[in-house]
């Protein structure tokens, strides 16, 4: 699985995590950084990720792409960019066939940390002892692809059960054991 964490100015982030259905495992995590600043530079920043992203399909050739979806509280402007950016991210996952799934921040901080406004701090260290990690991962945009990928196995996880679920033969109504007895009827009637 692969995790990216898309920025419009800093650095997007990325995790590659792989998943026995137990336990998942971190095999590599980073951010790429603007090599150069300023809006005349943006494409180039664009291509810059579309290369790293099509270079980590390539090399772990990830069964899914799980992207942050764009915050709407940001300004309209910064919104567009970051919607730019997705849509590179979109654009290097389909180039290979692979499907992508989006996860507001505040689905992923509830999957990850179990409260969907947790700190920065919390999520690293929840994305640490998740994937069995020796030291915090950094930087923070790294830790939070790492937190998105997470997400995704644990949704995927949730998918799978329910439908599991629901593809399981009917079976019979057990009838239920009676909860009064002679010695607790009047008891029984008042708590019902």
């Known amino acids: 699985m692969l995790g990216v964490d898309p920025a419009a100015a800093g650095a997007t982030g990325y995790g590659v995590i792989e ?10 995590f980073g951010a790429l950084r603007a090599t150069r600043k300023g809006p005349e530079h943006f494409p ?4 810059e990720i579309h290369a790293m992203l099509a270079a980590l399909i390539e090399e772990f050739q990830p069964h899914g792409v799980a992207v ?7 300004n309209i402007k910064t919104a567009l960019r970051l919607a730019e950016v997705r849509g590179v991210v979109l654009l ?7 499907p992508v799934c989006s996860y507001s921040p505040r689905e992923v901080k509830a999957s990850v940390a179990g409260y969907g406004n947790a700190a920065k701090e919390q ?4 994305v640490r002892a998740l994937l069995g990690m020796s030291e915090t991962p950094e930087p923070a ?6 937190a998105v990928a997470l997400c995704h196995v644990q949704a995927a996880q949730f998918r799978a059960r329910l439908g599991a679920g629901a593809t399981r033969p ?9 909860l009064r007895t002679p010695r607790s009827r009047g008891a029984a009637s008042r708590i019902l």
């Open 19 to 28: 998943s026995d259905g137990r336990r998942c495992r971190m095999l590599r």
């Open 92 to 98: 290097a996952a389909a180039q290979q066939g692979i």
């Open 68 to 74: 942050e979806s764009v915050f709407t509280a940001l």
């Open 141 to 146: 945009d790294a830790a939070d692809a790492l």
């Open 44 to 47: 180039e920043r664009l291509r």
């Open 123 to 126: 999520m690293q260290l929840m």
């Open 170 to 178: 009917e079976a019979e109504p057990e009838s239920a054991p009676s």
